[in-house]
């Protein structure tokens, strides 16, 4: 297949000229022609929003620099979407961004070339949605694609987020980025891997979201040798969770500096959970290793009904301190804006007992796995795990209501349980094989703590 030079097209590599109309020139020159490789050579150019096309293969030379352009105004306004949201706002639009593609086939972008969106937020909050600017990539109801070798920095918006999609393939990904990283929607056949992701939201985080105007399902996917950081979830399923997630496997993962959870599997809004398993994970500095949560916020069409989650496999799993304060992206508007890189595992954020502020002794939030008392969880397993926690709490509730936060986070039922380790609550069938807890300072608090298990 043919390449096409992008500076043949007209664009500058100055890092000053806005190129959006001529690398949009060349992908349509290219798509019109049977499809190739759009080529940015050795170069810094300025972009704004390109809509993909079928068989488009975007290549970044090693030495290539892609801006986002500072001005927000300059990017695609969110389209008109005729039916029912029933999610966030984010999942909910795909033309605010720098690539976008709709209904495409065999699409790649790739090259070891940078993509900067240069934190460009949007100001005015326009959006409504709490300042967040354009995604980085976003695509819908696309097959067949591979994102790969790329660096991608400073996205005000999610990074990489693709609904709809099969047969996808993302590699080799190094980023940097405020929101969440890597966003599969309601996708299938999809193997994520060897990627270095740092982010100020959830560093890979699954939605089965309404954004596709009927419920759907994300399913066969693979994560194999990542290494996350997060501000918020290493690893997430949820909160959209309308659908389902099926068949799912994750294993060899670095997790380290993770303000809340290394690994949390939710369904909210009715999603089915069925069969994921999560393996060979190492955390180290994270405050919750592991929030496995059925609720009831149901938030979707009429007539949605409590989901399942079950078939849970988590193995070979170790977490461990220093649990001190360490360097990071911020998080949100607000924190970028006061130039929150700085977060101390003491100073969680609004939280159940905390203030946004006050330093907390007994600050680690405890680990917990629960159904719900008229849906279980099922056959859920626990196989060489190692918690090696901060410990230190002295006072605690020994009972724990059945009321939850709509908002599903690992300290829905409040920030400390009365277990150090894992609380569980409303599962049938629950094993654990080998799984050890130890704190680093006393704790009054059993290891672990079992209501209406069988």
């Known amino acids: 297949m043919r390449k096409y030079n992008v500076k043949d097209f007209g664009a500058a590599a100055d890092g000053k000229t806005l190129n959006t109309k001529a690398v949009q020139s060349v992908i ?56 029912p949201l029933y999610q966030d706002a984010s999942h909910s639009f795909f033309h605010c961004s720098l690539f976008v593609g709709i209904d495409c086939e065999n699409i790649s972008l790739t090259g070891r070339g940078t993509i900067d969106m240069r934190s460009c937020w949007d100001e005015d909050n326009v959006r409504n949605i709490v300042h967040r600017g354009a995604k980085c990539i976003a695509l819908k109801n696309c097959k067949n694609v591979a994102i790969s070798h790329l660096t991608i920095l400073n996205a005000t918006d999610l990074a990489v987020y693709f609904a709809g999609c099969e047969c996808v393939d993302i590699s080799d990904i190094k980023m940097r980025t405020y929101i969440d990283g890597i966003s599969p929607d309601n996708s299938k056949n999809v193997c994520i891997h060897d990627c270095d992701l740092e982010t100020g939201d959830d560093a890979i985080v699954f939605k089965s979201s309404y954004t596709l105007n009927k419920i759907d399902y994300c399913k066969n996917i693979m994560v194999r040798d990542c290494r996350l950081k997060s501000r918020c979830n290493a690893i997430k399923f949820g909160t959209e969770t309308n659908g389902g997630f099926y068949d799912i496997d994750i ?49 979707g069409p009429k007539g949605r009904e409590i989901g399942r989650i079950r078939n849970i496999t988590l193995e070979n799993i170790t977490a461990e301190g220093p649990y001190e304060p360490y360097e990071t992206i911020a998080w949100n508007y607000n924190s970028f804006k006061a130039g929150d890189n700085l977060q101390d595992p003491k100073v969680f954020g609004v939280a159940e007992s905390f203030d946004g502020a006050k330093r907390t002794d007994d600050w680690q939030m405890t680990s917990n796995i629960c159904g719900l008392l008229e849906s279980p969880l099922e056959n859920i397993t626990l196989k060489n795990i190692e918690l090696k926690l901060d410990g230190g709490v002295t006072e605690y509730k020994k009972e724990v209501s059945e009321d939850a936060l709509d908002y599903p986070e690992v300290y829905v039922y409040g920030r400390i349980l009365p277990a150090k380790g894992i609380y569980f609550r409303h599962i049938k069938g629950l094993t654990l094989d080998n799984v050890r807890v130890e704190t680093r300072r006393s704790d009054k608090r059993k290891d672990f703590v079992f209501k209406d298990i069988s």
């Open 28 to 83: 349509d020159f290219c798509h019109k022609a049977g499809g190739g490789t759009v080529f940015f050579p050795k170069g810094e150019y300025v972009l704004s929003t390109v809509f993909l096309k079928s068989n488009i293969k975007i290549e970044l030379a090693n030495d290539a620099i892609i801006y986002g352009s500072e001005n927000f105004y300059d990017y695609c306004p969110d389209e008109k979407v005729e039916y």
């Open 251 to 299: 294993r060899n993962c670095y997790i380290y500096e993770t303000r809340i959870t290394g690994i949390a599997i939710e369904s909210v809004d009715g999603a089915i959970v069925d069969g994921i398993t999560i393996k060979d994970i190492k955390m180290v500095n994270v405050n919750a290793p592991l929030f496995i949560h059925l609720g009831r916020r149901l938030r």
